[in-house]
Nanobody, 125 residues
Framework: QVQLVESGGGLVQAGDSVRLSCAAS????????MGWFRQAPGKEREFVAGISQYGGTTHYADSVKGRFTISRDNAKNTVYLQMNSLKPEDTAVYYC??????????????????WGKGSLVTVSS
């Protein structure tokens, strides 16, 4: 069992940067592939970024590639999402998720085992 708690969201302006954190409790954090997803109002939850168990592999949605960076610190049981050059269309609730058996390139919202409650990021124009 893994509990995930996101933090770091808020209201920012277009062009600003924000770093989200996701703290995990439970055992064997390093055995989980971690991902960030987001859900904008009226839209389905979508994949944003994923990272393998020891951080050697990352993958991003085309919409955030070059602007967002996912990383993890297994010693701190934490995964991060650094978001730069934010746009109003990045406004969403951002969710952290964990799964033992997926990979960053194939993970999807329907296949993750554990979810945080989400952190709202609002980007004003």
């Amino acid at each position: 069992q893994v509990q995930l708690v996101e933090s770091g969201g808020g209201l920012v302006q277009a062009g600003d940067s924000v770093r989200l954190s996701c703290a995990a409790s439970g055992r064997a954090f390093s055995s989980y592939t971690m991902g960030w997803f987001r859900q904008a109002p009226g839209k389905e939850r979508e994949f944003v970024a994923g990272i393998s168990q020891y951080g050697g592999t990352t993958h991003y949605a085309d919409s955030v590639k070059g602007r967002f960076t996912i990383s993890r610190d297994n010693a701190k049981n934490t995964v991060y999402l650094q978001m730069n050059s934010l746009k109003p269309e990045d406004t969403a609730v951002y969710y952290c998720a964990a799964d033992r058996y997926t990979t960053p390139h194939v993970m999807g919202a329907g296949g993750m085992d554990y979810w945080g409650k989400g952190s709202l990021v609002t980007v004003s124009s």
